[in-house]
């Protein structure tokens, strides 16, 4: 079975010396008891463009292609070396379907940011020796994948336990909690909303009946982009002890202010858990992308562990400290049994 260690050795020898690998946070908790099947591998938001279009966002574009290929290629040589142990993920707004400009229709965009896209796109779909072949989860920047019979993208996964006893883990792009937490008011009938839709087993929406269309001009409220970077704390690799398992950067979720930015939807997240497992499903970990920020956040639910990974993105720019320059984000999260972590892959420096 991959570990821990495993994947890091990998990350560095893609990575070598001054490109980095840099720990950002990571949690071990074996209370969790989450599913130990294989390890995962989780890469938010790209926002990918045509290369046209790209240019009409000079403040806010998708400028990781090199890193992006060169932890695929990797992650790929990984998965083909450790058959049936290792999962990678695709955490939604893999594309930028919204901002596009051409007006040809969804599939058509698609298939023009695919054509300057190519070598990433080919490495998250094909199979080994070639490719990862992601599980890609739509976001509401590229909802319509959702609707795409050949993406085959899902809104949402949950990863259910062998263990009854054991913890579930529910997978998503997290553009939900926004709407969640925008509207504190209606925080419960959201999650319940969300739950029902799910128990129903339809393709539509909160169980209404809508077109992809509709649904577009809902998912897609977002907040504006900003260019700022998000402030973490470094967490040097070469500090950690071999078996060290003590949290590191991770933030409490149930003390100090709920409305802490570094707690962003970590309240509607625990919400929609509490409803899921009022069906069947006892969700421990809940991992998104949709905020671009990379963090661990704990709290519990009925005497259990409850974490929500945020698992970061590929887009704007990152400090690794207060102190620190600004670099390109490239965060990934790492589940492999009880221990989560994340990584900042990469430190090439904004110019």
Same mark, same amino acid.
């Given at each position: 079975?991959?570990?821990?260690?495993?994947?890091?050795?990998?990350?560095? %020898?893609?990575?070598?010396?001054?490109?980095?690998?840099?720990?950002?946070?990571?949690?071990?908790?074996?209370?969790?008891?989450?599913?130990?099947?294989?390890?995962?591998?989780? !890469?938010?938001?790209?926002?990918?463009?045509?290369?046209?279009?790209?240019?009409?966002?000079?403040?806010?574009?998708?400028?990781?292609?090199?890193?992006?290929?060169?932890?695929?290629?990797?992650?790929?040589?990984?998965?083909?070396? %450790?058959?049936?142990?290792?999962?990678?993920?695709?955490?939604?707004?893999?594309?930028?379907?919204?901002?596009?400009?051409?007006?040809?229709?969804?599939?058509?965009?698609?298939?023009?940011?695919?054509? $300057?896209?190519?070598?990433?796109?080919?490495?998250?779909?094909?199979?080994?020796?070639?490719?990862?072949?992601?599980? !890609?989860?739509?976001?509401?920047?590229?909802?319509?994948?959702?609707?795409?019979?050949?993406?085959?993208?899902?809104?949402? +996964?949950?990863? $259910?336990?062998?263990?009854?006893?054991?913890?579930?883990?529910?997978?998503?792009?997290?553009?939900?909690?926004?709407?969640?937490?925008?509207?504190?008011?209606?925080?419960?009938?959201?999650?319940?909303?969300?739950?029902?839709?799910?128990?129903?087993?339809?393709?539509?929406?909160?169980?209404?009946?809508?077109?992809?269309?509709?649904?577009?001009?809902?998912?897609?409220? $977002?907040?504006?982009? %900003?260019?700022?970077?998000?402030?973490?704390?470094?967490?040097?690799?070469?500090?950690?002890?071999?078996?060290?398992?003590?949290?590191?950067?991770?933030?409490?979720?149930? %003390?100090?202010?709920?409305?802490?930015?570094?707690?962003?939807?970590?309240?509607?997240?625990?919400?929609?858990?509490?409803?899921?497992?009022? +069906?069947?499903?006892?969700?421990?970990?809940? !991992?998104?992308?949709?905020?671009?920020?990379?963090?661990?956040?704990?709290?519990?639910?009925?005497?259990?562990?409850?974490?929500?990974? $945020?698992?970061?993105?590929?887009?704007?720019?990152? +400090?690794?400290?207060?102190?620190?320059?600004?670099?390109?984000?490239?965060?990934?999260?790492v589940m492999v049994g009880n221990e989560l972590r994340l990584y900042q892959i990469g430190a090439?420096?904004?110019?």
């Amino acid at each position: 079975m991959l570990n821990h260690q495993d994947i890091l050795e990998k990350l560095r %020898s893609a990575f070598p010396g001054g490109k980095g690998v840099t720990l950002v946070a990571r949690y071990a908790d074996d209370a969790l008891k989450l599913p130990t099947r294989r390890a995962h591998i989780f !890469i938010g938001d790209c926002h990918m463009l045509n290369n046209e279009d790209t240019q009409a966002y000079p403040k806010y574009q998708f400028l990781q292609s090199e890193d992006l290929q060169t932890l695929l290629k990797a992650l790929t040589e990984l998965k083909a070396d %450790s058959p049936g142990q290792l999962r990678v993920w695709h955490l939604g707004d893999l594309f930028d379907i919204w901002r596009a400009r051409g007006g040809i229709g969804p599939s058509a965009e698609v298939d023009r940011i695919t054509r $300057d896209r190519h070598e990433i796109i080919d490495y998250l779909r094909e199979g080994p020796p070639g490719g990862v072949r992601a599980r !890609i989860i739509a976001g509401n920047h590229d909802y319509d994948l959702y609707g795409l019979g050949e993406w085959r993208a899902d809104r949402y +996964r949950i990863i $259910d336990n062998d263990d009854s006893d054991g913890g579930d883990v529910f997978i998503l792009h997290g553009d939900v909690f926004s709407w969640i937490e925008k509207l504190p008011d209606e925080l419960q009938a959201k999650a319940v909303r969300f739950a029902k839709w799910h128990a129903a087993g339809t393709k539509d929406l909160f169980n209404e009946k809508k077109t992809i269309e509709e649904i577009n001009s809902e998912l897609n409220i $977002d907040e504006p982009f %900003s260019s700022e970077p998000i402030s973490l704390q470094q967490a040097e690799l070469d500090e950690l002890a071999p078996g060290q398992l003590d949290p590191i950067n991770v933030i409490d979720g149930d %003390s100090g202010n709920p409305d802490a930015d570094n707690k962003k939807n970590f309240a509607g997240a625990k919400a929609l858990a509490e409803k899921m497992r009022e +069906r069947g499903h006892n969700i421990r970990l809940m !991992i998104t992308g949709h905020a671009h920020w990379a963090r661990l956040v704990k709290g519990s639910i009925a005497d259990s562990p409850f974490v929500l990974m $945020d698992c970061g993105a590929w887009i704007g720019y990152v +400090r690794l400290g207060d102190n620190e320059e600004r670099i390109h984000s490239g965060q990934i999260g790492v589940m492999v049994g009880n221990e989560l972590r994340l990584y900042q892959i990469g430190a090439r420096k904004v110019s």
